[in-house]
């Protein structure tokens, strides 16, 4: 039957997802998959362990794992990596940029050099260096420096330095 994940309609023992019968598809089977080419030039494999992966013409795969994560990769080279149980994002572009979207809507952009941007929700915006100098703007235009030393300077909106902090001041 189709769609019901037994012998005809998908894998034996794997997923519910559907498994299109049509005469026009060609199909191959293997231990623990079934692979279906369809006229458009999509083709189609189902896993046993209930994956399934669709490769389009145009170069775009997509898997979708038993377990709800789905991974996209796309012909220029993003990999777009959806975990399902955290409900949080990962992109990985061909440039080496990594960027992770969390439910929070906290977005975190990390770049080869080791340097990170984090965008909070109330538009903080927090860049780690790969100095180690940290560096925090907060919505009011308010910036925070923390050094590795741990020397701290606060700078207004305006840009003057407000205040200067040594080491573990008020811990």
């Given at each position: 039957?189709?769609g019901?994940?037994?012998?005809?309609g998908?894998?034996?023992g794997?997923?519910?997802?559907p498994v299109?019968?049509?005469?026009?598809?060609r199909?191959?089977a293997?231990?623990?998959?079934l692979?279906?080419?369809?006229?458009?030039?999509r083709?189609?494999?189902?896993?046993s362990?209930?994956?399934h992966?669709e490769?389009?013409?145009?170069?775009?795969v997509t898997?979708?794992?038993?377990n709800?994560?789905?991974?996209?990769?796309?012909?220029?080279?993003?990999v777009?990596?959806?975990?399902?149980?955290?409900q949080?994002?990962?992109?990985?572009q061909p440039?080496g940029v990594?960027?992770f979207?969390f439910?929070?809507?906290?977005?975190?952009?990390h770049?080869?050099?080791?340097s990170?941007?984090?965008?909070?929700?109330?538009n903080?915006?927090?860049?780690?260096?790969?100095?180690?100098?940290h560096e925090?703007?907060?919505?009011?235009?308010?910036?925070?420096?923390?050094?590795p030393s741990?020397?701290?300077?606060?700078?207004?909106?305006?840009g003057?330095?407000q205040?200067?902090?040594e080491?573990?001041?008020g811990?």
């Amino acid at each position: 039957a189709v769609g019901d994940g037994g012998v005809g309609g998908g894998v034996r023992g794997g997923s519910s997802a559907p498994v299109p019968d049509d005469d026009k598809v060609r199909s191959s089977a293997e231990a623990g998959k079934l692979e279906r080419k369809f006229p458009d030039g999509r083709s189609v494999v189902w896993y046993s362990n209930g994956t399934h992966k669709e490769r389009m013409p145009d170069g775009k795969v997509t898997v979708k794992f038993a377990n709800g994560d789905i991974k996209k990769t796309s012909p220029n080279g993003v990999v777009t990596y959806y975990y399902a149980s955290a409900q949080t994002t990962h992109i990985t572009q061909p440039d080496g940029v990594e960027i992770f979207e969390f439910p929070s809507r906290q977005v975190e952009r990390h770049f080869p050099d080791g340097s990170k941007e984090i965008s909070f929700p109330d538009n903080t915006r927090k860049l780690i260096r790969n100095d180690g100098v940290h560096e925090s703007t907060f919505p009011d235009g308010v910036v925070l420096r923390e050094y590795p030393s741990g020397r701290r300077e606060v700078v207004g909106a305006d840009g003057v330095v407000q205040e200067e902090l040594e080491g573990d001041v008020g811990r």
